[in-house]
């Protein structure tokens, strides 16, 4: 698991603890990885998710990205152009052309579209909890204000002393939408600023 995964980095590089950012998949397992290991984590932030299962589908997300004929694409530009109707966003659509690369004259996506497409049901699910005590620390949640992702009530049971943030402006990819915003939240709460 992920969560294994993150435990084992943590032992090799020798740290006692750890200060954990995830936004949303990642944000699961830092919360998983903190309700688990309370003792190895430090500071945890989470980014635009809850410990929720959601429904969410990523259909028309993945049916516009594996309709965008590849072969015919000459760059970056005529892909953002052709999303375009699919993906509105403008800073969401040219984030998620970041995947697209160009490999011997031909771009390629990154990600496996139908491996993400399959595996859609575990990122939107959260595992039970229900049998681990609550964090005893105070967490930072922060949240784009347009998302509808996170609600407090959906954190407390789990994350009691969390303090959230709802940055203005944004929705689900807020560091994409509102970088600066984003960037001061985190420095505050680790104490940059």
Not at 52 to 59: A, L, T, V
Not at 99 to 126: C, H, K, M, P, Q
Not at 162 to 175: E, K, M, Q, R, T
């Amino acid at each position: 698991s992920m969560t294994a995964d993150l435990l084992h980095f943590i032992d090799r590089h020798d740290m006692p603890t750890a200060s954990l950012l995830g936004h949303s998949m990642g944000g699961k397992l830092a919360m998983w990885f903190a309700l688990n290991h309370p003792d190895r984590t430090d500071k945890l932030i989470v980014v635009d998710i809850a410990p929720i299962s959601y429904e969410h589908s990523f259909d028309t997300l993945i049916a516009a990205l594996t309709a965008l004929p590849l072969s015919e694409i000459g760059n970056r530009k005529q892909a953002e152009t052709q999303l375009a109707a699919a993906i509105p966003d403008l800073s969401y659509r040219q984030f998620l052309l970041q995947n697209l690369l160009l490999e011997n004259g031909r771009y390629n996506w990154r990600v496996d579209l139908d491996i993400f497409r399959r595996s859609a049901t575990n990122i939107v699910a959260f595992p039970d909890a229900g049998h681990l005590p609550p964090f005893c620390r105070a967490p930072l949640f922060i949240a784009g204000a347009n998302s509808g992702y996170v609600k407090a009530e959906d954190i407390r049971a789990l994350f009691p002393y969390a303090a959230l943030s709802f940055v203005a402006d944004a929705g689900h990819w807020l560091h994409v939408q509102q970088p600066a915003r984003f960037v001061a939240e985190v420095e505050r709460f680790l104490g940059f600023i």
